[in-house]
């Protein structure tokens, strides 16, 4: 877990030098034509800042679902059962602003915490002043089709509940996406082969998934999806987009 607390934000760290190299390079050189487009994942949280690779639509920090982030997404899945949250945030309003919507008590103040967390670890690596905020409890797929996003790049992560599917470039037949599918289901439109093609995140994890809008990425914005979910269980999604000026 990035635990650098509220205080600690403005102090170098591996985190923040990995950033400020990435930008360097990548407002330094031009960015060369790549066909191909990789995973590059990593236990650390410096590993988010490889999203600048010109090889890579989507990185993710191997973050393991922590006990007390657990407990808390439960609780607030239990007070907050239909919770459709959109914010704008700063990463200096972020903690207060998602405090306010979740409530005064001990799982918001924990799920608060690390929320403006991965704001201020988004805002920085995108140099960004705000972020897009949604934090949304789900009892059913929110996007059951593959697809790709027309964003620069989002992060996403699950705090409680299955996590998000997606397909690795090279085994995808984009001309099946969308109306290319002909209304047949992913599973038997072509748009991959085989159903061990698709791949997930796990629950905790953190990933940055490259959209359409990112310079450079056209046509080859992450194929994702988000996976079903038996009537029984719920899932807590964070997702985080770029918001310009």
Not at 90 to 117: F, K, M, R, W, Y
Request: with cysteine.
């Amino acid at each position: 877990m990035f635990s650098v607390s509220l205080s600690e934000r403005n102090k170098p760290s591996d985190f923040q030098e990995k950033c400020m190299s990435a930008i360097a390079v990548q407002n330094n050189e031009i960015t060369p034509a790549v066909e191909t487009r990789s995973v590059i994942e990593g236990v650390e949280p410096t590993v988010l800042a490889d999203i600048y690779q010109a090889g890579t639509n989507i990185v993710v920090w191997q973050r393991h679902s922590i006990d007390s982030l657990v407990q808390a997404a439960d609780r607030i899945l239990e007070i907050h059962p239909t919770l459709q949250t959109s914010l704008t945030v700063t990463p200096q309003s972020a903690c207060a602003a998602v405090g306010d919507a979740l409530g005064t008590t001990g799982a918001a103040a924990v799920l608060s915490e690390d929320i403006a967390q991965l704001v201020d670890m988004f805002c920085y690596l995108f140099e960004l002043k705000r972020a897009g905020l949604r934090l949304t409890a789900l009892d059913r797929a929110m996007c059951p089709r593959f697809h790709v996003d027309r964003v620069p790049c989002r992060l996403v992560t699950t705090y409680k509940g299955v996590a998000t599917q997606w397909l690795p470039h090279h085994l995808v037949d984009r001309s099946k996406l969308g109306a290319g599918s002909q209304g047949m289901p992913d599973e038997e439109s072509g748009l991959f082969d085989q159903i061990t093609d698709i791949q997930q995140l796990n629950e905790g994890n953190v990933a940055l998934l490259k959209g359409e809008l990112w310079e450079g990425n056209e046509n080859t914005g992450l194929v994702h999806r988000s996976p079903a979910i038996n009537s029984e269980q719920r899932r807590l999604l964070l997702t985080l987009d770029f918001i310009s000026g």
